[in-house]
Antibody, heavy 121, light 108 residues
């Protein structure tokens, strides 16, 4: 059974940093692209960042480029999102989602339950 | 980036009725790389349709996707009580991947 479990969310002041983690199990993590998608309270879905299976392709939404860094540790079956210079509009539930098998362009077929990030003074 | 516009914003229907949801892209979606997701309150999104018309594993055949280019449709043939939720379209043909703003299907 595919499982994605996010952690690392919490309350943080504007301008500070936070690192999210996603622990994956139930599939061969090395073979899949992985992504972060967020949802502000009461709002829709926004793709944040993604990384291909071999780290060869990495992408960011314009709203986070230069502030957020995605990475993965295939030995630990884990995905990360380093978030710096956080702003109030980064407040959201952050989902980890599985992308494509050896593919960058792909839909998201499995999602975690999310970790909540609140940016407030 | 490709902007996806979903309509209507809210659809009020009764169980057993047919639902038709629209997703229009600001430019052609490459290779019909269009997905639909269902989200219920307090839950993560669930993949329904990929490639514009292929049902994901375990999705009932009352859900059907169609369309190409810039116009896509999700149809639910006969609404079941568990189908009342918010539905999002997403394009994955051109980075950055983008979502529509969602259509809420509510009980009339």
């Amino acid at each position: 059974e595919v499982q994605l479990v996010e952690s690392g969310g919490g309350l943080v002041q504007p301008g500070r940093s936070l690192r999210l983690s996603c622990a994956a199990s139930g599939f061969t993590f090395d073979d899949y692209g992985m992504h972060w998608v967020r949802q502000a309270p009461g709002k829709g879905l926004e793709w944040v960042s993604g990384i291909s299976w071999n780290r060869g392709t990495i992408g960011y939404a314009a709203s986070v480029k230069g502030r957020f860094t995605i990475s993965r540790d295939n030995a630990k079956n884990s995905l990360y999102l380093q978030m710096n210079s956080l702003r109030a509009d980064d407040t959201a539930l952050y989902y980890c989602a599985r992308g494509g098998l050896y593919s960058w362009e792909n839909y998201f077929d499995y999602w975690g339950q999310g970790t909540l990030v609140t940016v407030s003074s | 980036e490709i902007v996806l516009t979903q309509s209507p914003g809210t659809l009020s229907l009764s169980p057993g009725e047919r639902a038709t949801l629209s997703c229009r892209a600001s430019e052609s979606v490459s290779s019909n790389s269009l997905a639909w997701y269902q989200q219920k309150p307090g839950q993560a999104p669930r993949l329904l349709i990929f490639g514009a018309s292929s049902r994901a594993t375990g999705i009932p055949d009352r859900f059907g996707g169609s369309g190409s280019g810039t116009d896509f449709t999700l149809a639910i043939s006969r609404l079941e009580p568990e189908d009342f939720a918010v539905y999002y379209c997403q394009q994955y043909g051109s980075s950055p991947w983008t979502f529509g703003q969602g259509t809420k299907v509510e009980i009339k």
